[in-house]
């Protein structure tokens, strides 16, 4: 994704800088010439995660986002390529939400090119984006429509450094997260909460993206193990899409 593409993703969305109240002089002041990382515009997404291991473990999670850019070999940024997507996940919206893990996002293409072992910690955004469980808040809805396009085919790896939010600390091991895949592991109870948080019609927004996509809602079976890489459209034969129905 080069950089026009990115910006137009991150105005798509209504970005903002996550450290916009820090002025020029504050950030110098603590050395950060540039502003720093958590300075550069981004943007925000919802999403229900799952666990790896246990479809059962279902969580609404908020993802704030920004672009990487590409390292050139004399230890420049490109400031033209993005190479991936850094997010930050929270459990709210709030000015006190919980910090509970990190994922980044890549292209399909960069996602075929890793090796087979890489793969397992990889799951694909296909039915998140078709079933209408990703949405982005405050979004309008035509610049919408051409963001979904984008993260349609993307990759994640998420892990949830705070894996049981009964826990008033995070505690043991990071949770590696997986997408849904499938009409028969959404835990409807979490996917009604989502939807009353932000007034939002999941089955609405599921037919309107069918139709502005063109494809049918994947259908892939819940990893048999943790060691199983994912599948973007269904479990067997080619991994390819299916047209919608007319």
């Known amino acids: 994704m080069d950089r026009r593409e990115l910006f137009g993703a991150v105005?798509?969305?209504?970005?903002?800088?996550?450290?916009?109240?820090?002025?020029?002089?504050?950030?110098?002041?603590?050395?950060?010439?540039?502003?720093?990382?958590?300075?550069?515009p981004h943007?925000?997404?919802?999403?229900?995660?799952?666990?790896?291991?246990?479809?059962?473990?279902?969580?609404?999670?908020?993802?704030?986002?920004?672009?990487?850019?590409?390292?050139?070999?004399d230890g420049k940024e490109s400031k033209e390529e993005i190479d991936i997507f850094q997010c930050v996940l929270f459990d709210g919206t709030g000015q006190n939400a919980r910090l509970i893990g990190v994922e980044y996002i890549i292209t399909d293409e960069v996602y075929q090119s890793l090796p087979?072992?890489?793969?397992?910690?990889?799951?694909?955004?296909?039915?998140?984006?078709?079933?209408?469980?990703?949405?982005?808040?405050g979004m309008e809805a035509a610049?919408?429509?051409?963001?979904?396009?984008?993260?349609?085919?993307?990759?994640?790896k998420a892990w949830h450094t705070w894996p049981n939010l009964k826990d008033s600390i995070p505690m043991g091991d990071p949770l590696l997260i997986w997408s849904l895949m499938a009409d028969d592991q959404v835990d409807q109870k979490v996917l009604a909460a989502r939807d009353k948080q932000f007034d939002?019609?999941?089955?609405?927004?599921?037919?309107?993206?069918?139709?502005?996509?063109?494809?049918?809602?994947?259908?892939?079976?819940?990893p048999e193990n943790e060691n199983k890489a994912g599948r973007q459209w269904n479990d067997k034969g080619d991994d390819k899409p299916t047209p919608k129905k007319k």
Not at 23 to 28: P, Q, T, V, Y
Not at 116 to 125: L, N, T, V
Request: net charge positive; charged share 25%; glycine share 10%.
């Open 116 to 137: 087979d072992k890489e793969k397992k910690y990889w799951h694909p955004h296909t039915y998140e984006v078709l079933g209408g469980g990703l949405i982005a808040p």
């Open 143 to 156: 610049k919408e429509k051409e963001f979904m396009k984008f993260v349609l085919t993307t990759w994640g």
């Open 11 to 40: 105005g798509a969305l209504g970005a903002v800088p996550v450290c916009g109240a820090m002025n020029s002089a504050e950030a110098a002041d603590h050395g950060d010439k540039d502003g720093g990382p958590l300075s550069k």
């Open 200 to 222: 939002v019609n999941t089955k609405k927004i599921r037919e309107a993206r069918c139709n502005d996509l063109g494809y049918e809602v994947p259908n892939v079976s819940f």
């Open 43 to 73: 943007f925000h997404v919802c999403g229900i995660h799952m666990a790896k291991t246990n479809k059962n473990l279902q969580f609404i999670t908020q993802h704030y986002c920004t672009g990487h850019f590409k390292v050139k070999k």
